[in-house]
């Protein structure tokens, strides 16, 4: 079993930038592709983006490519999102999840393991 903690989130200004850690602990890291999600009040728990399980397939919703990057340091058991030009719309609970599949799903239930989400709200 793999529990992951979420850090790094906060309160930013629109265009700026922060980068999410989830780090994982139990279990092989690396047996795992690992995805991020978001969720705003009242609405579904949207993809972000994930990374397979050695880091050499990502995949980014449309809404975030060319500003969010994924990667992971499998020996640090750590996956990051690097959020540049962060703007209004991107304010939400940021989760990262774990799943034992080979590429990364972009739906919530093909994900095992949850962290408990960071909060990050982008000001105008």
């Known amino acids: 079993q793999v529990q992951l903690v979420e850090s790094g989130g906060g309160l930013v200004q629109a265009g700026g930038s922060l980068r999410l850690s989830c780090a994982a602990s139990?279990?092989?890291?690396?047996?795992?592709?690992m995805g991020w999600f978001r969720q705003a009040p009242g609405k579904e728990r949207d993809f972000v983006a994930g990374i397979s399980r050695r880091g050499a397939a990502t995949s980014y919703a449309d809404s975030v490519k060319g500003r969010f990057t994924i990667n992971r340091d499998n020996v640090k058991k750590t996956v990051y999102l690097q959020m540049n030009n962060l703007k209004p719309e991107d304010t939400a609970v940021y989760y990262c999840?774990?799943?034992?599949?080979?590429?990364?799903?972009?739906?919530?239930?093909?994900?095992?393991?949850w962290g408990q989400g960071t909060q990050v709200t982008v000001s105008t």
């Open positions: 139990g279990g092989s890291f690396s047996s795992y592709a």
């Open positions: 999840a774990a799943a034992t599949s080979i590429i990364p799903p972009r739906t919530p239930g093909g994900y095992d393991y």
